[in-house]
């Protein structure tokens, strides 16, 4: 059963209108109140498991420190590149596991200066020649690097490959070879394993329109379940009887969190898009959340009485084309995208025909596709709590930080 949405965060256009009078647009927001709401659900959702977030998900120190004092089960960060890494840990960020393999010399030998100076950084590791790298880095380096490695954990049916193209690390004796590479380099050690159920953290089931496809979804995400959970405790266990003293096993996502936790052997979960709640997170059976960040963008003409033309908006989110990956308007309730128009780099028409008189100089407020992708097109969130703006925090962006 679905969880309900607290009604503590009133959705309502001239709630926010109202907050932000005065403010030049566009603007990107958090609302707090939808946060701690978010968070709350979250917490409740992971069970017992530590829970680390994802820093691609938000890509705000602010939000990132804010996160991991609301409750103890936040704990530690998952960064999407070893640069990342480096910079939140010398901010006072620290247990930081990259997300994915690091090539570059330059990062690693940061990385290494960064455990010189006390600090925890895991590099993602799932290729020998990859791993004698690493080693050889390390070694003159004077450090140990802990390393985790990615399993992967897609299901492939005939015709179909259901999740997404990462590690090659498929079987136990995959997962071994590897870990004898690692065991051969005195300056390495496996500190982990990570398997990451995307086609079930990251695939919406209740899509509406698309009835058969929803259904056929789901029986895919039970079989992917059923698969992660025999492969990951296959593979853990293999390495801990070959003497791997693993410190965190990590699994899933947002989407993921009521299967992924019922494995014995994962210590953690991450999550992030289910602090921000973009579009893309609203079409899952099991669990809702509040939309927490969004932006807004100006009416600046009108060309029909029923079409509001906006100045900006076309923050497309990456991955695969499709309307999907549109940002979309939030408030007012019932407004919506031309559908040969979709949102435009420099304007986007929005149809309304609802109860609020909008008028040029009125803001659209619009959600974004993916979560941390919004912190890439503005330079602060302003942050709303209580129906009022209490404080702005810069994004990664608004720091002159651009990891990728």
């Known amino acids: 059963m679905a969880a309900e949405i607290s009604s503590a965060v009133p959705a309502e256009y001239q709630y926010y209108k109202r907050a932000f009078a005065g403010r030049a647009m566009p603007f990107a927001y958090l609302d707090l109140d939808a946060l701690g709401a978010n968070l709350r659900t979250t917490v409740a959702r992971a069970g017992a498991k530590r829970i680390r977030i994802a820093s691609k998900s938000v890509r705000c120190r602010g ?7 609301a409750n103890p089960q936040f704990q530690g960060i998952m960064c999407y590149t070893a640069a990342e890494a480096v910079w939140l840990s010398g901010h006072g960020f620290d247990d930081l596991l990259v997300g994915y393999p690091t090539r570059d010399t330059a ?3 940061a990385v290494c200066a ?5 600090k925890t950084i895991v590099l993602m590791v799932d290729a020998a020649a990859h791993i004698a790298d690493l080693a050889a880095l390390a070694a003159s380096e004077g450090v140990t690097l802990p390393l985790c490695l990615d399993i992967d954990l897609a299901l492939d049916v005939p015709g179909l490959h259901f999740g997404v193209w990462r590690s090659a690390v498929r079987s136990v004796a995959d997962a071994l070879a590897v870990y004898a590479t690692i065991a051969r380099y005195p300056q390495l050690r496996l500190d982990g394993v990570m398997g990451y159920e995307a086609q079930v953290a990251g695939v919406g089931d209740t899509t509406p329109g698309q009835g058969a496809k929803n259904a056929l979804i789901r029986v895919l995400k039970r079989r992917s379940v059923a698969l992660a959970a025999r492969r990951r405790a296959a593979i853990v266990g293999a390495l801990r009887d070959r003497g791997a003293a693993l410190r965190l096993v990590n699994g899933g996502g947002t989407g993921s969190l009521e299967s992924t936790t019922r494995e014995a052997c ?3 979960v991450t999550v992030g898009s289910g602090i921000f709640a973009p579009t893309l997170f609203d079409a899952y059976a099991a669990f809702r959340y509040q939309p927490a960040a969004g932006f807004a963008i100006p009416i600046v003409r009108q060309p029909r009485p029923d079409i509001y033309t906006c100045l900006g908006g076309g923050y497309v989110a990456s991955g695969s084309a499709g309307p999907e990956k549109l940002p979309q308007p939030f408030l007012p309730a019932g407004a919506r995208l031309l559908p040969l128009e979709g949102a435009g780099e420099v304007q986007t028409p929005v149809i309304y025909t609802g109860p609020e008189l909008l008028q040029p100089g009125d803001p659209i407020f619009m959600r974004h596709a993916k979560a941390g992708e919004l912190c890439e097109h503005f330079n602060t969130l302003l942050l709303v ?5 209490v404080g702005e925090l810069p994004t990664y962006r608004g720091e002159g930080m651009a990891f990728l």
């Open 63 to 69: 939000v990132l420190a804010r996160v991991l004092q």
């Open 107 to 109: 990062q690693i030998r």
């Open 114 to 118: 960064a455990l010189r100076a006390g």
């Open 266 to 268: 994962i210590t953690e």
């Open 385 to 389: 709590a209580g129906g009022a703006v």
